[in-house]
């Protein structure tokens, strides 16, 4: 095993559910991809994990539909809401948003927590312990917290701490789909009781796939899952956008949403959309498509306007820094993956 990889939380047989997925280094290789590809920029994900070949321009473009939809939501929420923000990223992997993140679309921004299984946190403070005097460091906190320990989850972030008077959104990214669903109702139940006792706005935000089976490709996700051994015991209790919204209500969320990521995808503002067409265009709409209509980004709010995290504002986080794009641009005329790995090198190293 090389340095830049870790076990995968299925090591921990006492209660992580991922039986021997790789979940986290999955999900961040596939986005290690979109980032070499110019989609978006992220400091630090590349010291996690190799790309050893990138993915389709399908996948890379499902892959920024999909941080896009997350990202504008946590914008929002800090935009349209007064005073200090919390967020709260709940099995967070290896992702480092807060640093991909712009100042000015976190306004007010106080704390950025995540949590996730002992392994995952042990292999991220090894890397960030390095740039811990970065300027951001000092609103991150990363605790070890199980999404399954119910109250005690509340406790470790409040001892982490999470003040739950300030108004906070909580994020869960590809995540509770691999939950049994009665763990996605304590999740939930949880965290707008600890808002409703007080009375401070909390947002959710989640993305999953959702499959009814109905259909050959809900046929055929469901079937390569299971042959690859992931148990998503949630996708079929969740397969419909209606499924998502009924839970976020039963568990005390007045205002709720689950928008399929085919309409994620078409509520991206046109220049965003060119610009990634200008990086990989795309020819298979129709597969595309269909794929996107198999996952879906949920929101519910407490003491949250309607408005936030539904619009179609622009985010501008996800344009890479000026000097990037230069760096990846001249790169492709040679070979754009072992390139850009090499440029992240000698960036990782400039910190
Ligand atoms: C598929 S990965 C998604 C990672 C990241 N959110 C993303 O979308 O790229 C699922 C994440 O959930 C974490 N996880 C799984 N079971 C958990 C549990 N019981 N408590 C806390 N985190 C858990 C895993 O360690 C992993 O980081």
Redesign the pocket.
Known sequence: MSDTEMPP?SVRKS????GDIF??T???TA?LSCIGAGYYYDPYLHQFTTLTQSRSRLINRGYFARIYSILRCVSSFCKGIPGNKQVV???????SYLFTMKEDDHPGLTLWME???P??VMKKNEIYSQHAKRENFSRYKLIS????DGPGLIQSMKDGGLDPSIPTIYLL???TA??PPEANRSILNNISQLHRTAASPAMVVG?DPMSQQTDNFGKVMVANLMKRGIEMPSLMAFPTTQSREDILRETGFDSVQAINMKNAYMNIPPPEKARIDSIEPLDEFEEFFLLLSHYCVWIGRIFVPDTIGAGDETLSSLIPPEHFRKLLKAQKQYSPLSMAMHQFDRMGSSF
């Open positions: 939380p209660n992580s559910l991922f979940g986290c999955d999900a961040a986005k990223f709940l099995g967070a992997g290896f992702d949590v996730d299984l392994e995952v917290g199980d999404l399954l990214e590809c995540v691999y939950l993305y």
